[in-house]
């Protein structure tokens, strides 16, 4: 059985949990976000040629990371 932190995700459920944990941030603007899917793409394609995988466990963490990266939380 797989631990739900180990569930494959798709891109897009990738983005929908970074893109609540970027408009959680106090620089939070939905046209900032929008610039940076390129970016997230780019974390995504990385992580699966490294691991085969993105899975809910790293997406998190990827999340909590840019969270604590803004200076005003």
Do not use: Q, W
């Amino acid at each position: 059985m797989v631990s739900h932190e180990h569930r494959k995700i798709s891109f897009e459920e990738f983005l929908a949990i970074m893109e609540e944990a970027y408009m959680s941030t106090t620089f939070a603007k939905k046209e900032e976000f929008e610039k940076s899917i390129v970016h997230m793409e780019e974390i995504f394609k990385e992580r699966v040629k490294v691991s085969g995988e993105m899975t809910l466990g790293f997406a998190n963490l990827c999340a909590e990371i840019h969270t604590k990266l803004d200076p005003g939380l």
